[in-house]
């Protein structure tokens, strides 16, 4: 079966066959399709039309497709069922990372309920360890279903202990040796246990020199580490050594998604995590907050103008250049603060100091610089037929680029610096910045100069 | 060994040892590195160092490393080397879809010489069907390496010849299951392989659900299934059928930083793929496009404004506040386009029409507009003592709200309809045609108002 496609007509379809209480009709289209495009299908029907399909779904196709679903959606669904049904049907199907990860949506006295009556302790206790953990660190990431082999064992004995283990393990990337105490050794990679005799001991195949990182490594690092080496599966120690889980690389691409994500946003000036088809109120609250600041920059701007309103009057060509000045002004600090953030989010900085970094965005800026002050030159020289007008704009272009480029590359290195996420630096605050100081250098320039010519 | 830290004090000692030739000790120091940290520890050495450090290093190690190069250093490298060298060292030793990758990166002269000097000629023939692949579709992501079966084996003969092929593949994460005429019929598990007993057939245990992608489905296209189904690894078929390679998720994870990199570089207006680290010149070039577009829209602007001096030398309260109309238009529009490009590159819009897109966006422009509108309403009211000049802000900063929301939505989902990226829309070009919109707005309201009041 290939990719599903979803359209109107066919919720159309499903949404009569539920009506109708059809479960025939129901299941013949739902029951074989993939548990993300079963979760996109209940996105788009009512709570209680979801509620019914998965009542009709097998519990394992069930739990997988309520893991796939917007964190939203899903909690509109639990309002609905009973904590001992989440517990049984749902939460004791999931991997045990899906698991902590769908619990610690909901409200503290729920989870204790629902961790409860998991009717697996083991699984309930690897969920409620899980759960201890930031869900932001490697810890949180985690799953603690993994094959786990000891180095003295050999690979009959091997094989035969990873057929018990593989009943709880969805994928086998690696199969990671431990010693009797749980220290972590190494990984045996697939391709050795099929090449070796079946006597060799792990101890002579597993390969030492493997990666790790520890439960409370940041998931941006885990990232960075999984995405630089190429790798599929991690396997996660405390501080001791012992293996506690593996991060697979699907849980990570999310973590890059999230992280690339959450940077577009803070550039265009939205403040929390939303979606095109999040409701009105969602999208207001997560666009004002911004907008609101840059109100008030405005308002600063205003305040900048009318300390030259007598100027303004005097020599009233300048004005019709304020708005060239301000756009050329936020769209070099935009360009300059992005290269860093960039930089800095996938660690191609490299070993450039600060100081090399400035110089360089300096010779960018100069050359910028000179090309549009010139193009503006040109055209000022030949329509405008004010030499004042033409040196003015020329000369504040030029400065304003200077002081967006230097000032867009500072603030993000400053931020990164004080541990605050430096993608702050890309957004409206780096404009409205650009503009007032943008609009104040133009006006000191041009009265300067319109004064003495 | 843990993740490796570059720092000065380690490539100042590296090139101390390159200067004296000091075999040992340079051995000693990127012997034992991964091949991404060798990578990265050449690149910050001369072309020279590094071709002495790569002639150093065993082959496999060599050849990974240089897959891990970024291009441009890459080529200066290749430009040192002899194509014989290239060939039988480096090429031969990678997997056939880097090796695709690197030699697609050089003239197609010496392609050719270097494809017919690899000794392998198997290796050679499956590289240069790679390259006639787009790079940018599945034909031109995948590697001709796989693991394959035939559905009438059963276990133990599968396991045998999985020995054998092994041997030429670094990673097996699935088995794939053909049957005589190299048709793709399914994907067998390892958890399978474990859990039957060895005179199984493969018929019986393979899962014939499985996805494929077609050799010109489009590497997004791939990325996006890949990403949805938590998928590790996908088979490429051909128009009939045949099993053509595989793609794995480490390419994918390539695939989805790249297009939110770029995505990212469009809404900050650099117009080329550039790190902070290259030279001054490469990010002139890529930032001055857009700028000089910005500047014709500042022309553009002036001339909006000069149609208004008249007015503005007899209200010239309106000027002080057109910065801040200018900022807010591009701050909104920009919001808008945002996340409509981010729905658009994550499929996350859903069933929603156009109509009901606009709609929604419509009630937030309407809402922000009145909270904002509402804001500097009072702040005039209370310092600006001109009732004209308080409507006029207020009435106008509403009317740019709502056209840069609508122009926002409606320029993504257009360009997208004509195969043109929508990401275009949230760079300059969003906020140059709103600040020109947003200046004639305001000015057109502020001249009304005035005549009346």
Known sequence: MQSFELTRAYIEGLKEAIEKEDNAKVLSMVGDL?????????????????QFVYSLLDKETSADAITEMEEDEREELFKELPPEYIARELIN????????????????????????????????????DLLAYDENTAGGLMATELIRVNINWNIFTC????????????????????DDNNIFKGTVTLKNLLLAPGTTKIKAIYDPDNL???TDTPAAEVASIMEKYNLVALPVIDNIGRLKGRITIDDIVDVIRDEAEKDYQLMSGISEDIDSDDNVWMLTRARIPWLIIALFGGILGSMVISQFTGEL????QLIIFIPMITAMGG???????????????NNSLG??????????ELGVAVMNGLVLSSLIFAYNLIFTHSYALTISVSVALFTV????????????LFLNRIKIDPALATGPFITTVDDIMGVLIYLMIGRQLFEVM
């Open 34 to 50: 993939r548990a993300a495009d079963i979760a996109d299908v209940t996105a788009e029907l009512e709570t209680e039309e979801a």
């Open 93 to 128: 199907n999931m991997d045990s990372d899906d698991a902590a990860d769908v619990l610690s949506e909901l409200s503290d006295e729920l989870q204790v309920e629902i961790l409860q009556k998991i009717p697996d302790i083991e699984q309930a206790g690897d969920i409620a």
């Open 159 to 178: 094989l035969r202990e990873m057929r018990k283990q593989a009943e709880n393990v969805d994928e086998i990337y690696y199969v990671y040796a431990v």
């Open 212 to 214: 790790t990182v520890h």
């Open 313 to 316: 009057s005097l020599y009233p």
């Open 331 to 345: 769209n070099v600090g935009i360009q300059s603060s992005a290269i860093i953030v960039q930089g800095l989010a």
């Open 351 to 360: 070993l450039e100091s600060t100081a090399q970094k400035l110089t360089k």
């Open 401 to 412: 680029i200077i002081f967006a480029s230097i000032f867009g590359t500072i603030v993000p």
